[in-house]
């Protein structure tokens, strides 16, 4: 029962994603280049969901299409180092869509490191594998 169609959600989040990243996180990463930015349900939700409601709709958007959309390229020119979804098991349509080949290789090509981590453990534990993961950003090889 969504009131708006893939594509017209598809623009939305690239828009507020070009907001967001013009007005917020590359003035940061420019005034404090050595901090770095977490961020919740960034361009890989946008590609996981969008192209499984158009697929449901019957007018697939290809993951190719969602990149151009300006806030999406934008999001997309500076990649995450990391990558940390938490997802149930056992899978659900969405949760596989986030593991399909053309969504993981959009960023792994660019150097993203993925991390999936068991949703249907204790909270605790969850948050213990999501500061191990996100440790290794810091790591000193």
Same mark, same amino acid.
């Given at each position: 029962n969504?009131?708006?169609d893939a594509q017209a959600t598809a623009w939305a989040h690239a828009l507020d994603r070009h907001v967001l990243y013009?007005?917020?996180?590359?003035p940061f990463l420019h005034a404090r280049p050595n901090r770095v930015v977490i961020q919740m349900r960034g361009l890989i939700t946008s590609l996981a969901e969008q192209t499984l409601q158009s697929e449901e709709e019957g007018h697939p958007l290809a993951v190719k299409d969602l990149l151009k959309l300006p806030g999406n390229s934008l999001e997309y020119s500076r990649p995450p180092d990391l990558i940390i979804l938490v997802a149930p098991t056992p899978e659900t349509r969405l949760s596989k869509r986030y593991r399909s080949p053309e %969504?993981?290789?959009t960023f792994k090509?660019?150097?993203s490191r993925i991390v999936f981590i068991d949703a249907e453990r204790t909270e605790s534990e969850i948050a213990?594998?999501?500061l191990q993961a996100f440790s290794t950003l810091f790591? %000193?090889?």
């Open positions: 969504r009131a708006y013009q007005r917020t996180v590359l %969504v993981m290789e090509r660019l150097g213990a594998d999501c790591a %000193v090889p």
